[in-house]
């Protein structure tokens, strides 16, 4: 682990496999062992709705989808730390649109990492916004495997532990699952504060239920 002094540790810190803030283009963090690298024409993203039915996403598909290439961020509350990469991507409702998942019935998704423990979940709402990504390239350049590559999830109007590295699988729920650092206690909620949202140039994400807004 590489630490500075200008990043706020949290009190689990011991508990990353992987902590490197003395990266280029952002920082390298894994709270389990990575998993073996995978090249990005072998990668495919097996997307489960809640009756099973399954649809299989891969490379091939992705190339023949509208590109999307931007600066987006990627805010840390937990580290105190954020940054504002060009990303390349396909959105999300996009990909699901063009493999034909309704996810009918399902209120969450849960998206899994290839490292065979973390994954973090999404009210189906949230899922839908146009701005969320799956990023495979970075600067012009394949992600790479340290930062989640060949594929990861990209919420930028969230904290960043909700955008999954080595993203592996996505499955819809009628319940939410919710995710490993909630589970683990480390977070109680994936909002951003005042301070990430002005970093960031994002806008706050809220739902609407029964007439009342809450934060997720």
Request: proline share 7%.
């Given at each position: 682990m590489v630490h500075r002094p200008d990043v706020r540790y949290p009190k689990f810190k011991?508990?990353?496999?992987?902590?490197?803030?003395?990266?280029?283009l952002l920082p390298v963090l894994s709270?389990?062992?990575?998993?073996?690298?995978?090249?990005?024409?072998?990668?495919?993203?097996?997307?489960?709705?809640?009756?099973?039915?399954?649809?299989?996403?891969d490379w091939v598909h992705l190339e023949t989808l509208p590109k999307v290439q931007e600066p987006t961020p990627l805010v840390c509350q937990i580290f105190n730390w954020s940054e504002t990469p060009t990303v390349t991507g396909v959105r999300l409702p996009v990909l699901l649109d063009s493999?034909?998942?309704?996810?009918?019935?399902?209120?969450?998704?849960?998206?899994?990492?290839?490292?065979?423990?973390?994954?973090?979940?999404?009210?189906?709402?949230?899922?839908?916004?146009?701005?969320?990504?799956?990023?495979?390239?970075?600067?012009?350049?394949r992600l790479p495997h340290e930062l989640g590559g060949p594929v990861r999830l990209w919420v930028p109007f969230l904290q960043g532990y909700k955008s999954v590295k080595w993203l592996s699988q996505v499955r819809?729920?009628?319940r939410d699952p919710h995710g490993i650092k909630r589970l683990l206690g480390q977070s109680k909620t994936s909002v951003l504060g005042a301070p990430g949202q002005e970093r960031a140039g994002v806008v706050v994400a809220r739902m609407s239920t029964g007439g009342a807004s809450v934060e997720v």
């Open positions: 011991d508990q990353f496999a992987a902590m490197d803030f003395e990266t280029e709270l389990y062992p990575m998993p073996e690298p995978k090249a990005l024409e072998d990668w495919s993203l097996p997307i489960t709705e809640i009756t099973g039915n399954t649809r299989v996403a493999l034909g998942i309704e996810m009918k019935g399902a209120r969450f998704l849960s998206f899994y990492s290839a490292d065979g423990m973390y994954f973090e979940t999404l009210p189906r709402a949230l899922a839908n916004d146009p701005r969320v990504l799956l990023v495979y390239e970075i600067e012009g350049q819809g729920f009628v």
